[in-house]
């Protein structure tokens, strides 16, 4: 699963059967935001 640390920016691979926690192994900053893709606007008609 991708992340990326809110510190130092970093891209972090975290596999939760091996690593227990999430934890930037870079700089050691708790709060990781998960990565997403691209943003995909759906667009309707107006009535």
């Known amino acids: 699963m991708g992340y990326y640390c809110m ?4 891209h972090v691979e975290i596999d939760n059967k091996v690593y ?4 930037c192994p870079y700089c050691g900053y708790r709060a ?6 691209e943003v995909i606007v ?3 008609k107006a009535v």
């Open 7 to 10: 510190r130092c920016k970093r």
């Open 20 to 23: 227990r926690g999430v934890r």
């Open 32 to 37: 990781m935001r998960k990565e997403r893709s």
């Open 42 to 44: 759906k667009q309707v």
